[in-house]
């Protein structure tokens, strides 16, 4: 039996820092029918967001980047769309992001994490903000 891959639609800004999981995470998200807009750093992801802005459905950054992390990142592309899912993942968010004070529209992946969960996420995320 043949398992079936459901598509998904949407444009998902992913900022990652780490070559190897952004690549895979990109490969993970345009398998499933998503557009992926990739950025190595907040501050490529901001400048990113900004050429394509009205595009954007979620935020998908790492916590921990060199210079503009990625709950910076999120403050300043919220206050253009307050309404922008942010989808945080890290390996150690405890150290830079305050878990019991995420908002609406804001979730957190532990890393490692599988590509159901995150697909799982992403779709939860997307039809909530829908």
């Known amino acids: 039996m043949e398992e079936t891959i459901d598509q998904s639609s949407g444009t998902i800004l992913l900022a990652e820092d780490e070559d190897f999981i952004r690549k895979l995470t990109c490969r993970i998200l345009e398998a499933r029918g998503y557009k992926v807009l990739m950025a190595a750093s907040g501050t490529e992801a901001l400048e990113v967001a900004t050429r394509n802005m009205d595009e954007l459905d979620l935020l998908l950054t790492d916590v921990v980047m060199p210079g503009l992390g990625g709950a910076e990142l999120a403050v300043e592309l919220r206050r253009s769309r307050p309404d922008l899912p942010v989808l945080y993942m890290s390996g150690?968010?405890?150290?830079?992001?305050?878990?019991?004070?995420?908002?609406?529209?804001e979730s957190y992946l532990p890393k490692p994490f599988t590509s159901d969960v995150l697909l799982k996420e992403i779709g939860r995320m997307l039809a909530k903000a829908g």
Do not use: C, I, S
């Open 92 to 105: 150690y968010a405890f150290e830079a992001l305050d878990l019991e004070e995420l908002g609406d529209g």
